[in-house]
């Protein structure tokens, strides 16, 4: 069974423009959430989604914001980007009915210059 | 690699020690816990899972134990290994982790001696 996979890898933006991220969850998993790493910070939930609606979302700006689709695969977007966004974002995905053991893709690297 | 975190605490072990990782959460209500493996580029791997209603939990070579008085986790590892070299996240949630979200300890830096 293939695993969470997160595209793209790698992305380097400028201050003040938006970046897309993609996530496709393990077959069969209903539910992605998304989290920003940080060294500073460590993993911070950002998002959960389930079923297409946003069930759960942390503390963050607006400038953060996702969605779901039908087939369970979800995008994250991050709007007027700040240095301060540089960051690994991961997502995850469960059977949310089975409980929160959650499978982790590699992540994505944003790096904002 | 990536680093995933600048001044993590370090556990220095030689192989074939045993390894206890140690965790303090925050929320009394938490009610269902998890402990992650990050090596450097990549995502978080589950290791071991516990419920609060159990205090001991045993897999392969790994085991958790809760202790809800102090609000405390650990990750013992039996016979570490070269590729045990690692951070070791835990995490915390409630609703017995229906909600979809985890909060994330710090981690600690694991690093394994041949």
């Known amino acids: 069974k293939a695993g969470v996979t997160q595209t793209p890898r790698y992305l380097i933006k400028t201050r003040g423009q938006q970046v897309t991220l993609s996530c496709s969850p393990i077959s069969g998993h209903r539910s992605v959430s998304w989290y920003q790493q940080t060294p500073g910070q460590g993993l911070q939930f950002l998002f959960e989604?389930?079923?297409?609606?946003?069930?759960n979302k942390g503390n963050f700006p607006g400038r953060f914001s996702g969605r779901q689709f039908s087939n369970s695969r979800s995008e994250m977007n991050v709007s007027t980007l700040e240095l301060g966004d540089s960051a690994l974002y991961l997502c995850a995905s469960s059977f949310r009915d089975r409980g929160a053991e959650q499978y982790f893709g590699p992540g994505t690297r944003l790096t904002v210059t | 690699g990536e680093s995933v975190g600048l001044h993590l605490p370090t556990l220095s072990v030689q192989e074939g020690d045993n390894s206890i990782i140690n965790c303090a959460y925050s929320n009394s209500a938490s009610d269902y816990f998890i402990w992650y493996k990050q090596e450097s580029g990549k995502g978080p791997q589950f290791i071991i899972d516990i419920r609060s209603n159990m205090d001991k939990r045993q897999g392969q070579r790994v085991t958790v134990l809760l202790n809800k008085t102090v609000k405390h986790l650990s990750l013992q590892i039996a016979a570490t290994q070269p590729g045990d070299s690692a951070v070791y996240f835990c995490a915390e949630s409630t609703y017995g982790g229906s909600q979809g979200n985890l909060i994330f300890g710090k981690g600690t830096k694991l690093s394994v001696k041949p």
């Open positions: 989604y389930f079923s297409e609606t946003q069930r």
